[in-house]
Antibody
Framework: QLQLQESGPRLVKPSGTLSLTCSIS?????????WHWVRQPPEKGLEWIGE???????NYNPSLKSRINISVDKSKNEFSLKINSVTAADTAVYYC????????????WGQGTLVTVSS | DIQLTQSPSTLSASVGDRVTISCRAS??????LAWYQQKAGKAPKLLIS???GLESGVPPRFSGSGSGTEFTLTITSLQPDDFATYYC?????????FGPGTKLDIK
């Protein structure tokens, strides 16, 4: 059974970099799967951040593209998210997720982790 | 970017009711639409993919329809476990987007 687990600092200072890692268990990061990051500000809706394939190909939300980087580490069976120049507006629950191809919705999700941007 | 709108934003219903939630896309997305259910403090759960394909383990009281720009999620005979927020999501382009959500609460 595929399981995803987000990890990283829960508190980030304004103008700093938010860094999260998603550890994959029960499956290999390799194959046709695409790996996603989605976030949800408190009491608000879902926002897709971006996705990465096992080869490192990426697609990003245009509104965030200038500040984000998503990468894979096949040796550790994990993928990561970095968001630069964060503000309070980046405070959210961050989810990692998987879709089984590049044209399918995410069917497995992590439990999510709340990241707060504050001094 | 493809924008998604959902209606209504809030829906009050009773156990046993039949409810319908609409999702409209700003341009045609064929059938590249999914529906998710999210409960407070939990990750979204995929219910339907490709507009009408029921995911494994999802009760058959859930159904989806539509293509192009107009889509519908229908829940027949509401159960207590169904009261949650529902989101549509398009994956027709390289930039995925979610609808704003519909909160289904108990009347």
């Amino acid at each position: 059974q595929l399981q995803l687990q987000e990890s990283g600092p829960r508190l980030v200072k304004p103008s700093g970099t938010l860094s999260l890692t998603c550890s994959i268990s029960g499956a290999s990061i390799s194959g046709n799967n695409w790996w996603h990051w989605v976030r949800q500000p408190p009491e608000k809706g879902l926002e897709w951040i971006g996705e990465v394939s096992e080869s490192g190909s990426t697609n990003y939300n245009p509104s965030l593209k200038s500040r984000i980087n998503i990468s894979v580490d096949k040796s550790k069976n994990e993928f990561s998210l970095k968001i630069n120049s964060v503000t309070a507006a980046d405070t959210a629950v961050y989810y990692c997720a998987r879709s089984y191809s590049g044209s399918s919705p995410a069917d497995y999700w992590g439990q999510g982790t709340l990241v707060t941007v504050s001094s | 970017d493809i924008q998604l709108t959902q209606s209504p934003s809030t829906l009050s219903a009773s156990v046993g009711d039949r409810v319908t939630i609409s999702c409209r896309a700003s341009q045609s997305i064929s059938t590249s639409l999914a529906w998710y259910q999210q409960k407070a403090g939990k990750a979204p759960k995929l219910l339907i993919s490709d507009a009408s394909g029921l995911e494994s383990g999802v009760p058959p009281r859930f159904s989806g329809s539509g293509s192009g720009t107009e889509f519908t999620l229908t829940i027949t005979s509401l159960q207590p476990d169904d009261f949650a927020t529902y989101y549509c999501q398009q994956y027709n382009t390289y930039s995925l987007t979610f609808g704003p959500g519909t909160k289904l609460d108990i009347k």
